[in-house]
Structures are given as C-alpha cells and as structure tokens.
C-alpha cells in the first residue's frame, strides 16, 4: 500500500514537471532562445528542455505502470496481514500527517524548517520512498515554507531539471555512463578487481569487496 501511495506521488510529481517544461519548450521555440556567446558558439535552448520533457514524461509513464502493476498484486500479498497490521499502518499514516500539518502551519524558525526537512528526508528515504520523489517533495515544500511562495518553490524545481543538462560539464555525464556499458560489457572491471586482488592477497582480509575462488587466492 505504501508503494503504491509512493508511486503515485512521483506519478504526479514527474507528470506535472512534464507539462511545466513542455510550456516552456515551446515557449523557447517560438522566441528561438539561445545560450552561448555570439560570434563564439551558441545553441538553440528548445532541444534541451524537449529532452528533459520526454524523460520526465517517460518518468511518469513508468510510475503510473509500476503503481497500477502493485496494485494488482496487492490481493495476492496481503496473506498473513493481520488486522493489527493495518492498524499500525493507520496509525503510521495519521501521526505522519499530524506531524506535516504542525509543520506546515506552525511558526517556525529557518533553521528549524531546516531540520524538519532533513526529518522529513530520513523517515521518507527509510519509509522506501524513490530518491527522487523524496528530493523532489521534500525541497519543494521547504523551499515554499521558507519563502512563502508556492511559485518560487515549483521554479526552483523546473530549473534544477533544465537549469544543468543546457551546460557543458553536463557533457561527461553520458561519457561515463557509456564507459560503465564498455567495462560491463568487456568485462575490464571484473579483471581488474581480480588484479586487485592478487594484489593484496598477503594482507589480511585480502580485497573483501570481490567474491573469488578459494581454490585460486587462498592464502596458504
């Protein structure tokens, strides 16, 4: 039940930031916007933040198919809930509203709204809320209690996810993702920890990261 209460929240969440971004693709579009220096290197902004509205949609179309695939294999996982199971849950779920709406509509100091989000972050994260979900609602809704505007709060998040992909130090980030595809692929790391291994093979305790063969690195 939580995973699905989960799944739907980064459902909306992803879905919302989609259309948001998508207005201003077309915006960036319509007015040709550009970054760069003239006479030295500019680009069209508009691919980017078309990119990033595919991603956040194809993100919501993921959440919305993992939601609806729990769903239907909640009947099945409920054997062995107790009614005192649900109970607790229930109680779960009330005390943590109870403590978002003290929250939210307390007086509190920036520092201790400071706090409360990092709160917040840790019971969420522990509670197995997806990472980006938690960063998403947990920045959002500090971001709006400490300047008491909600518009300030959701562009502060449509920056975060067009304001770094437009930048060149963004560049490395698909080049180590294709190195990890060529490591896995070539097999390069799983040799190079068995080198490592071999190396430390004198020390004790040896390269504890790396399952090997007792057979070929025992100490003798």
């Not at 179309?61 to 199971?85: C, I, M």
Request: hydrophobic residues 55%; proline residues 4%; charged residues 15%.
């Amino acid at each position: 039940m939580l995973d699905v209460l989960f799944l739907s929240v980064g459902m909306v969440i992803f879905a919302v930031l989609a259309n948001s971004i998508f207005k201003e693709f077309l915006q960036a579009w319509k007015s040709a916007d550009f970054f760069g220096t003239p006479g030295i290197f500019t680009a069209p902004t508009w691919p980017f933040k078309l990119m990033t509205a595919i991603g956040a949609g194809a993100m919501t179309v993921e959440f919305a198919l993992n939601a609806y695939e729990t769903l239907r294999k909640l009947p099945s996982q409920r054997v062995g809930v107790t009614s005192r199971d649900l109970t607790w849950l229930a109680l779960g779920l009330a005390a943590f509203f109870a403590l978002t709406a003290v929250v939210v509509w307390g007086d509190w100091s920036r520092i201790a709204l400071g706090v409360w989000a990092v709160v917040f972050l840790l019971v969420l994260l522990m509670a197995g809320m997806h990472v980006p979900v938690v960063l998403c609602v947990v920045g959002v809704v500090a971001i709006w209690l400490l300047r008491d505007n909600p518009n300030v709060a959701w562009n502060s998040l449509k920056s975060s996810a067009t304001g770094t992909i437009d930048k060149f130090e963004f560049g490395v980030i698909p080049l180590f993702v294709l190195m990890g595809l060529f490591t896995d692929i070539s097999d390069i790391g799983r040799d190079a920890y068995r080198v490592a291994a071999w190396w430390t093979r004198k020390i004790l305790g040896g390269w504890g990261l790396q399952p090997l063969s007792p057979t070929r690195f025992s100490r003798r």
